[in-house]
T-cell receptor, first 111, second 112 residues
């Protein structure tokens, strides 16, 4: 099925640095979601975006719904060791009965 | 008070065996899903059920048979397990179709 282009595929950063990742699609989505998967666990929803241009924060995390409806961005400020994990974007089209997931960004935070 | 729970968490079995994975959600959701996550961490949907009715059945071998006895449960039975079935299987639930989904902790299946 269709995939979202998520980048980067992996990141190694120093503790305290800011992180940015993004997701793009060739088609329009009505909802963008960002999930985090801790090692050995299931994905957990971080942020949900429902409106083009919407900017939403959850603690040190900020996500934006692109105005073209074809992309979304996630920023993490002042990274800490527990930010380690895989971050997935997901999109939903109004008529679809399933989410479309990105391939994930593996984040490693170095002390 | 786990929202979406799966059992077992780990499953190691021989090729050719039949096994089941169980999933339960206490969120009152009407839609449940099974995903397969391969070694590259890619999440691939397998099935979804809405009010016990099969909605999505992706290209999955018919050795995989989901069963939903009620809205809160979605089980996955796998016949004649193959090496390529080794993966992490996630159950998820949502209210309505593909709205915000909540995932279980996963079942790590290893076929030897």
């Amino acid at each position: 099925g269709q995939q979202l282009n998520q980048s980067p595929q992996s990141m190694f950063i120093q503790e305290g640095e800011d992180v940015s990742m993004n997701c793009t699609s060739s088609s329009i989505f009505n909802t963008w979601l960002w999930y985090k998967q801790d090692p050995g666990e299931g994905p957990v929803l971080l942020i949900a975006l429902y409106k083009a241009g919407e900017l939403t924060s959850n603690g040190r995390l900020t996500a934006q719904f692109g105005i073209t409806r074809k992309d979304s961005f996630l920023n993490i400020s002042a990274s800490i060791p527990s930010d380690v994990g895989i971050y997935f974007c997901a999109g939903h089209k109004g008529s679809a009965r399933q989410l479309t997931f990105g391939s994930g960004t593996q984040l490693t935070v170095l002390p | 008070d786990t929202a979406v729970s799966q059992t077992p968490k780990y499953l190691v079995t021989q090729m050719g065996n039949d096994k089941s994975i169980k999933c339960e959600q206490n969120l009152g959701h009407d839609t449940m899903y099974w995903y397969k996550q391969d070694s590259k961490k890619f999440l691939k949907i397998m099935f979804s059920y809405n009010n016990k009715e099969l909605i999505i059945n992706e290209t999955v071998p018919n050795r995989f048979s989901p069963k939903s006895p009620d809205k809160a449960h979605l089980n996955l039975h796998i016949n004649s397990l193959e090496l390529g079935d080794s993966a992490v299987y996630f159950c998820a639930s949502s209210q309505g179709f593909a709205e915000t989904q909540y995932f279980g902790p996963g079942t790590r299946l290893l076929v030897l």
